[in-house]
C-alpha cells in the first residue's frame, strides 16, 4: 500500500498528514502560500521540509492547494522538482476540489469554504462549478479577509464623520494607534493580507452589540449564500427533478460566527427550499488524501493533475 504525504495549503498554513499503513499518521502545520508569488515553487518547499520532519519516505504526495491556477496545475512538473524525495507520483488540485472531498465526499451538492479567503464548488450529476475565490483583490466575497476589510472601512468613514461609531475603532486602534497612518503601516506589511483578515475576529465578537459590526457579519452571510445558491444554478440540469435535493456544507473559520452561519442558512433555505445543510464529514486534508482513490467517473476528476500513469 502507498504511503501517502497529504497536503492542504492554504494562505495563512499548510496542514500536512502522513498516512503510512501500520503507522502512526503524522500531522502538523507549516506556513501558509503567497498567492501573489510563484506558487509550485512554495509548494516543493513545503514538500522538502515535510520529509525532514517526518524523516521517511512516502510514495505519494496529494496536495489541496489555494489560489492554484489552469497554468501552475502541473503535478509532473511538481514531482520533476523533488528528486531527493523519493516520491513517485504527485497529484494536485485546487482547494476548492480537496475541501470538496474532505466534506461530501462524493455526494453530489456544493461546499463553501471561508477561512481568510472563500470558494464553493458545486457538484452535479455531470457538471461541475466553482464560483468565487478570485482572490482578495477581485473576490473573496464574505471571507475572513472580505469582513477585515469592511471592518477598516467602517472604521475610517467613522473617523472621518462619513459613517456612524463604532466599537471596531477600539480593535484598529490597539494596532494603530494613529488612525491616520495606519494605511501606510498596513500597505508596508509584507504580510497584510492576514493582518486584514485578524479584524474579523473583533467584528464577530462585537456583533451582538454594535449595529456596524452587525451589519457585516449579516452582509457576509448574504454573500456567501448568494455563492452557494449561484454555484447550485450552474450545475442543475433539466433531468435533476428526480434527483435527491443538493447537500451543502459550510466549512471554514467564518462560519464558527453564529450570527453569519443563521443567516447563511436562513437565506440558503429561502432561495433552495429542499436544500440538506451536513456538517461536514471531514477537512481539506482528508479531501487531499482521498485524491489517490478518487474514481475516473467523478466528475470532479477532471479538475485533478495526476502525475501518474493515467495523467491528464
Excluded at 500536512?16 to 502560500?33: I, K, M, Q, S
Excluded at 503567497?34 to 510514495?59: I, K, M
Aim: glycine share 10%; net charge negative.
Amino acid at each position: 500500500m502507498s504511503t501517502v504525504l497529504a497536503l492542504d495549503a492554504g494562505q495563512t498554513g499548510t496542514k500536512v498528514r502522513l498516512d503510512a499503513a501500520g503507522a502512526p499518521d503524522v500531522e502538523f502545520t507549516l506556513p501558509g502560500v503567497r498567492t501573489h508569488a510563484e506558487l509550485l515553487p512554495q509548494l516543493a518547499e513545503s514538500v522538502r521540509e515535510a520529509r525532514r520532519r517526518v524523516g521517511r519516505p512516502f510514495d505519494v504526495v496529494a496536495f489541496g492547494a489555494s489560489g492554484l491556477t489552469d497554468d501552475e496545475a502541473d503535478a509532473g512538473r511538481l514531482l520533476a522538482s523533488l528528486p531527493e524525495v523519493g516520491a513517485s507520483r504527485v497529484l494536485l488540485a485546487h482547494d476548492s476540489v480537496t475541501s470538496f472531498l474532505g466534506a461530501l465526499g462524493d455526494a453530489r451538492g456544493a461546499v463553501v469554504a471561508a477561512g481568510t479567503g472563500v470558494v464553493t464548488l458545486a457538484v452535479g450529476q455531470r457538471r461541475v462549478a466553482r464560483v468565487d475565490g478570485w482572490g482578495h483583490i477581485m473576490g473573496d466575497a464574505g471571507s475572513g479577509y472580505w469582513i477585515g476589510r469592511e471592518a477598516l472601512d467602517a472604521v475610517m468613514r467613522a473617523h472621518d464623520g462619513r459613517g456612524p461609531a463604532t466599537g471596531l475603532a477600539e480593535a484598529v486602534r490597539d494596532r494603530w494607534p494613529d488612525l491616520e497612518t495606519a494605511y501606510i503601516e498596513l500597505q508596508n506589511d509584507p504580510d497584510r493580507v492576514r493582518v486584514v483578515a485578524s479584524f474579523a475576529e473583533p467584528v464577530v465578537r462585537l456583533a451582538p452589540t454594535d449595529s456596524v459590526a452587525a451589519r457585516i457579519c449579516l452582509a457576509a452571510a448574504r454573500e456567501l449564500s448568494h455563492s452557494v445558491t449561484s454555484a447550485l444554478g450552474r450545475v442543475a440540469e433539466a433531468d435533476d427533478a428526480a434527483a435527491e435535493p443538493p447537500s451543502v456544507s459550510a466549512i471554514g473559520g467564518v462560519f464558527r460566527a453564529p450570527m453569519i452561519r443563521d443567516r447563511f442558512e436562513e437565506l440558503l433555505r429561502e432561495a433552495v427550499p429542499a436544500v440538506r445543510l451536513v456538517a461536514s464529514g471531514g477537512s481539506g486534508l482528508d479531501g487531499a488524501a482521498a485524491l489517490p482513490g478518487l474514481p475516473a467517473e467523478h466528475p470532479l476528476h477532471a479538475l485533478v493533475s495526476d502525475s501518474g500513469p493515467h495523467a491528464r
